[in-house]
């Protein structure tokens, strides 16, 4: 049903067309044009500076040998402010060499004082690599820069805390293995002159606010050892950055902004898969369901997948030589988008398809630096990749990239467009929207994308759940003290008391101790666990691990399993060993877990009554199971059969935002009764698929719940509620931005052209009710009565 010719294949494979030749290729391949917008990002001319008076000779004539002849403006400015003692963030384009920034005073300072030591940090073990390929390739005399994560061998970790002058790691590294160790890296911390933090705008959500936690801690053991490092971070373009930047580090920062390097133009279209034929749309939920009174069901038209969609253009611009990168949302997206474009290439020319990978986390170290350097040197064409290579991996040449779905912030998309045309030559990028309502909002708003100011990052430090286990971290390391309460901020004291109450700290005329023997677990990025090992049953082998919040719902009994293009189903998972065994098998079917939700609310902070409507902001308990899964037709998208599962349930403490309705207002607007679940139902699913246009997050990150009666409110009711314990940021934007945030989501609603509601507008991919009852024309009327009524 969603079959494509094979590619054409081009006569050369690694000299390609022209970004606009290529895009006009691409469209003339279907019937119809799938691209709603074209916009063109003009070249830029690059503003030198000199080398700033303090750089030593034999550094300048480093970056030389690597062609680095002058600075561009903004790396002189941000690397003088960081070498006079001040806290920076340069926050500036993709490729606008803001490594240059942190290495000139860092390498300065290293090569002045032969004591001194420098700490990078680095969200991915492959940037960390990258960099450290970087810094190694200038061949600086005693610098000797190492990387210190999971995947250093023991034999060597002895010799780089003793050794190494330039530490690279990350902050899962450095909370789990430098700071409880604070003793063993005395020398090093006590001569620590610069804290390097690398794409700092992925902090975000409870992965931000933990390592905002983390670096107090970090600068806690410092001050111990009388130190005061110098914090440089540098940042995709963002909103606000030195507020972010403060939140993170808990210190004043200076912020440049001002992008000075050159820049290759960049063609940016938008593209919208097809409709599906009449003949292939799936049926909808039956109107009765939905509160209607005519028991008829109509035919939800769909659009093709807009994985399917990705993996054909990917296997088109390899066929014409093009390097192309295409980003998917999903370890499993990546895997099928590489395996699709592999099967079209081979077709057209036997052998081509080995020119396509998939990269993603949960891959052995192995297998991630030999794709990284089959990338590099050109042995790849095309790799579909998750996020995992957004952030900073050098990977020069690309001519094109594809990003499959709205990766959820304005600032990762236009990360991952700019991995193309790194050496300053034209690229293509090309967003291909899902079947979302947010992705359909945006490729026919693209004021939206490219008129707009990108997002602020979203990081609460106050978060009891977040504060609380980072103290006890700390107490570990060395007893707490009242002076430590400014440093950690607010709530410290509140988050102390509770721990002393639990028995985990004691206090002492001298502080707050810990109070056992074993370490606090304390799960950095808010993934739900430790991660679960996917290991085939026949063989033993490993062949990846999933976190432990998704395991639910990817690694379930029956679940369908994909890894290197191989598809494999889960026989068993064992929650308590944290272990999932799956066997080889390729089915016509996919999988499709499915939960039931309940939600109570714990406490108001804040609401405005507006009338017959009322918004607020408060904390809720939520309860979740997963209950089920559907296996479903991979050609046609038929569910096959609904099978029962038996999973944990779980709970969660978080931060929501609601609104709700009086009946009466629902009942002038035209929605009846019966339809109202339908219509509270619909506009839950589009104002969670809308949200991420206003906060960094995206629809996973976030959960909802609606209901004609809701026990704690006693009216018609609309939840939504990150998907973090004790909350992550999101629902506070969400609440402080409400009139802004409904409005995009009614115009979505409104927009789109189906008639009774599709996966463009408020079907959601991950709805536990099978996205039953919902009512497309009543929830368009719902949101009506709270924008009317709601203050601007």
């Known amino acids: 049903m969603e079959s494509s010719a094979a590619p054409t294949v081009s006569a050369g494979h690694?000299?390609?067309?022209?970004?606009?030749?290529?895009?006009?290729?691409?469209?003339?391949?279907?019937?119809?044009?799938?691209?709603?917008?074209?916009?063109?990002?003009?070249?830029?001319?690059?503003?030198?500076?000199?080398?700033?008076?303090?750089?030593?000779?034999?550094?300048?004539?480093?970056?030389?040998?690597?062609?680095?002849?002058?600075?561009?403006?903004?790396?002189?400015?941000?690397?003088?402010?960081?070498?006079?003692?001040?806290?920076?963030?340069?926050?500036?384009?993709?490729?606008?060499?803001?490594?240059?920034?942190?290495?000139?005073?860092?390498?300065?300072?290293?090569?002045?004082?032969?004591?001194?030591?420098?700490?990078?940090?680095a969200p991915t073990k492959a940037l960390a690599a990258d960099q450290l390929r970087a810094v190694a390739g200038l061949e600086l005399d005693g610098v000797r820069p190492a990387c210190y994560d999971g995947d250093t061998p023991r034999a060597e970790r002895e010799w780089i805390r003793r050794h190494s002058r330039f530490v690279l790691t990350n902050p899962d590294m450095l909370h789990h293995g430098i700071l409880p160790g604070n003793a063993q890296w005395s020398g090093f911390l006590r001569r620590l002159a610069y804290v390097v933090i690398d794409e700092c705008h992925t902090y975000r959500g409870v992965f931000g606010s933990h390592v905002a936690h983390v670096l107090r801690r970090l600068r806690r053991q410092c001050a111990r050892f009388g130190a005061t490092p110098v914090f440089v971070l540098a940042s995709a373009t963002s909103g606000d950055p030195a507020t972010a930047a403060g939140r993170l580090t808990g210190l004043p920062v200076t912020a440049v902004t001002e992008d000075a390097s050159p820049r290759g133009g960049v063609t940016f279209a938008l593209w919208e898969p097809p409709l599906l034929p009449p003949d292939s749309a799936t049926p909808a939920v039956p109107a009765q369901a939905a509160g209607d009174h005519d028991a008829t069901t109509d035919l939800v038209q769909v659009r093709r997948s807009a994985l399917r969609e990705t993996a054909d253009l990917l296997a088109d611009t390899v066929a014409e030589g093009v390097r192309t990168l295409a980003f998917v949302r999903s370890r499993k997206g990546a895997e099928v988008v590489a395996a699709n474009a592999r099967r079209a290439l081979d077709d057209a020319v036997p052998g081509l398809g080995d020119r396509v990978a998939a990269y993603r986390g949960g891959y052995l170290r192995e297998e991630r630096r030999e794709l990284e350097r089959a990338l590099l040197h050109g042995d790849l064409l095309g790799l579909a990749s998750t996020n995992a290579l957004e952030l900073g991996v050098d990977l020069v040449g690309l001519d094109a990239v594809l990003i499959c779905g709205y990766p959820g912030t304005r600032a990762s998309l236009w990360q991952q467009a700019g991995r193309a045309g790194r050496s300053g030559q034209e690229a293509l990028a090309v967003?291909?929207?899902?079947?979302?309502?947010?992705?359909?909002?945006?490729?026919?708003?693209?004021?939206?994308?490219?008129?707009?100011?990108?997002?602020?990052?979203?990081?609460?430090?106050?978060?009891?759940?977040?504060?609380?286990?980072?103290?006890?971290?700390?107490?570990?390391?060395?007893?707490?003290?009242?002076?430590?309460?400014?440093?950690?901020?607010?709530?410290?004291?509140?988050?102390?008391?509770?721990?002393?109450?639990?028995?985990?700290?004691?206090?002492?005329?001298?502080?707050?101790?810990?109070?056992?023997?074993?370490?606090?677990?304390?799960?950095?990025?808010?993934?739900?666990?430790?991660?679960?090992?996917?290991?085939?049953?026949?063989?033993?082998?490993?062949?990846?691990?999933?976190?432990?919040?998704?395991?639910?719902?990817?690694?379930?009994?029956?679940?369908?399993?994909?890894?290197?293009?191989?598809?494999?189903?889960?026989?068993?998972?064992?929650?308590?060993?944290?272990?999932?065994?799956?066997?080889?098998?390729?089915?016509?079917?996919?999988?499709?877990?499915?939960?039931?939700?309940?939600?109570?609310?714990?406490?108001?902070?804040?609401?405005?009554?507006?009338?017959?409507?009322g918004m607020f902001l408060g904390e809720v308990d939520v309860t979740s199971q997963v209950v089920s899964y559907q296996r479903r037709r991979i050609a046609t998208g038929e569910v096959i059969?609904?099978?029962?599962?038996?999973?944990?349930?779980?709970?969660?403490?978080?931060?929501?935002?609601?609104?709700?309705?009086?009946?009466?207002?629902?009942?002038?607007?035209?929605?009846?009764?019966?339809?109202?679940?339908?219509?509270?139902?619909?506009?839950?699913?589009?104002?969670?698929?809308?949200?991420?246009?206003?906060?960094?997050?995206?629809?996973?990150?976030?959960?909802?719940?609606?209901?004609?009666?809701?026990?704690?409110?006693?009216?018609?009711?609309?939840?939504?509620?990150?998907?973090?314990?004790?909350?992550?940021?999101?629902?506070?934007?969400?609440?402080?931005?409400?009139?802004?945030?409904?409005?995009?989501?009614?115009?979505?609603?409104?927009?789109?052209?189906?008639?009774?509601?599709?996966?463009?507008?408020?079907?959601?991919?991950?709805?536990?009710?099978?996205?039953?009852?919902?009512?497309?024309?009543?929830?368009?009327?719902?949101?009506?009565?709270?924008?009317?009524?709601?203050?601007?």
């Not at 920076?88 to 860092?106: D, E």
């Not at 309502?437 to 977040?466: C, K, M, Q, R, S």
């Not at 082998?541 to 432990?548: A, M, N, Y």
């Open 431 to 613: 967003l291909v929207a899902r079947d979302d309502p947010l992705d359909t909002y945006l490729v026919h708003h693209p004021e939206a994308i490219f008129g707009a100011p990108v997002e602020a990052t979203v990081l609460d430090p106050a978060n009891p759940y977040v504060l609380a286990p980072q103290l006890a971290c700390a107490a570990v390391e060395a007893p707490l003290t009242p002076a430590d309460l400014a440093l950690f901020g607010d709530g410290a004291k509140e988050a102390i008391d509770q721990l002393v109450e639990a028995g985990a700290l004691r206090q002492r005329p001298t502080g707050w101790y810990w109070r056992h023997r074993e370490r606090p677990e304390v799960d950095l990025r808010g993934e739900g666990g430790a991660p679960v090992c996917v290991v085939e049953s026949a063989t033993g082998r490993l062949l990846g691990t999933v976190d432990g919040g998704s395991s639910h719902f990817l690694l379930h009994p029956g679940a369908v399993y994909l890894h290197q293009g191989i598809s494999y189903v889960v026989d068993d998972l064992d929650l308590a060993d944290g272990c999932a065994l799956v066997h080889v098998e390729e089915p016509d079917w996919s999988t499709h877990a499915r939960d039931v939700t309940d939600l109570s609310v714990v406490s108001v902070r804040s609401y405005v009554d507006a009338g017959p409507v």
């Open 14 to 121: 690694d000299v390609g067309p022209a970004p606009v030749d290529l895009l006009r290729r691409l469209r003339a391949r279907g019937a119809g044009d799938p691209v709603t917008h074209v916009e063109r990002v003009p070249a830029r001319v690059g503003v030198p500076a000199p080398w700033p008076a303090w750089a030593p000779p034999e550094l300048r004539a480093a970056f030389a040998r690597r062609g680095v002849v002058a600075p561009w403006q903004h790396q002189a400015e941000a690397a003088t402010l960081a070498y006079d003692g001040g806290h920076v963030i340069v926050a500036t384009g993709t490729a606008s060499g803001k490594s240059l920034a942190y290495q000139l005073p860092a390498l300065a300072t290293l090569l002045a004082d032969p004591r001194a030591t420098v700490l990078y940090l």
């Open 641 to 792: 059969d609904t099978r029962p599962l038996d999973l944990p349930t779980r709970e969660l403490r978080t931060v929501a935002v609601w609104f709700t309705l009086s009946p009466r207002s629902l009942a002038s607007a035209g929605v009846q009764q019966a339809d109202v679940p339908g219509a509270l139902h619909a506009a839950e699913h589009a104002a969670i698929g809308l949200l991420p246009l206003m906060a960094t997050c995206d629809r996973w990150d976030i959960g909802g719940l609606s209901t004609a009666l809701h026990p704690d409110t006693e009216a018609p009711t609309v939840f939504v509620y990150d998907g973090h314990p004790g909350g992550a940021g999101f629902s506070e934007r969400a609440y402080g931005t409400a009139s802004a945030w409904l409005r995009a989501t009614r115009d979505a609603i409104a927009e789109c052209g189906c008639e009774t509601g599709c996966p463009s507008c408020v079907q959601s991919p991950k709805c536990g009710n099978g996205n039953n009852p919902l009512s497309k024309p009543d929830a368009i009327r719902v949101l009506d009565v709270v924008l009317e009524n709601l203050p601007a």
